[in-house]
């Protein structure tokens, strides 16, 4: 990953808080840490819309720390869109199924057994636990834990079984990140393309699970899925904290990736910025 190019392509206002996004069909969905709204913008049509991630008619948006759903991670199967809670305090642990072709709300589960699951067996504690990317694949799913606690505990945690709710299997796998101008970098989200894993990480001067640091800057990575191990990093900025990645487009000589950041101030737009790699 020696050579990439990182450019804005546009704005998206309204939205504060950026913390995940998924591309397709010439659109992007987002969703933010801060809002019980999942976002979606026509490129096509350029046409904005929304839709609450609640049983009501309406969502709510620029919530208190103390009591926001903390919507950190999206990935979708044929069917659905999964966005799920960080789980960083027990009101953060919604898992939100979106079907794929109406945007509306099918179902809303609490994960409650799988959070506390996965605490016990990795042996994290709720200072340190914070979900912030999420990758289903072929019946398998993959947790990123952001290491932004006092233990640094990036890690991520592989799930299968009937279902996540409360039939399941855990395996576990710490991962080390390298610093971002001399302060440990964490996840922030994840995506498979081809036969690798993609991650985001960034690095805030805050040792904490919960509050805001002096952002550092944002790094890409490489993982191979079979040995679970880091392969190849690239600091991609200085002053940005990324927080979601999806596939853009792939081809023979590179892979192009839409990210969106989380300026950790309340101005209403967040950027969506074009990453190119080259193979």
């Not at 504060?16 to 976002?39: C, K, M, P, R």
């Not at 299997?169 to 690798?196: G, M, R």
Request: glycine fraction near 6%.
């Amino acid at each position: 990953m020696k050579q990439f190019t990182l450019e804005l392509l546009f704005h998206l206002f309204g939205i504060s808080a950026a913390s995940g996004l998924v591309y397709n069909e010439d659109q992007i969905h987002v969703i933010t840490d801060d809002s019980s709204y999942f976002y979606h913008h026509d490129l096509t049509n350029n046409l904005f819309t929304k839709t609450p991630l609640t049983t009501y008619d309406y969502g709510q948006e620029l919530i208190a720390k103390s009591e926001k759903p903390d919507y950190e991670a999206i990935t979708y199967s044929d069917e659905f869109y999964y966005i799920f809670g960080s789980g960083s305090t027990d009101k953060r642990i919604n898992l939100v199924e979106v079907h794929r072709l109406t945007n509306e709300v099918s179902n809303i589960k609490e994960l409650d057994i799988l959070y506390e699951s996965m605490k016990s067996f990795a042996n994290i504690n709720n200072d340190n636990f914070n979900i912030e990317g999420v990758i289903y694949n072929d019946d398998t799913w993959y947790f990123f834990n952001r290491g932004n606690g006092d233990l640094h505990q990036n890690g991520i945690f592989i799930v299968t079984g009937e279902s996540i709710i409360d039939n399941f299997k855990i395996t576990y796998f710490p991962i080390k990140l390298p610093k971002i101008n001399k302060v440990q970098s964490s996840f922030t989200d994840a995506v498979k393309v081809d036969n690798y894993i993609y991650f985001l990480a960034a690095a805030e001067d805050e040792q904490s699970n919960y509050k805001d640091g002096e952002i550092k800057g944002s790094l890409i990575g490489r993982i191979n899925p079979q040995k679970m191990k880091v392969e190849k990093t690239k600091v991609i900025s200085d002053t940005h904290k990324f927080e979601g990645i999806t596939l853009y487009k792939n081809n023979e000589s590179e892979i192009q990736f839409l990210l969106c950041e989380d300026p950790d101030n309340p101005i209403g737009q967040t950027g969506i910025y074009q990453l190119t790699i080259k193979k």
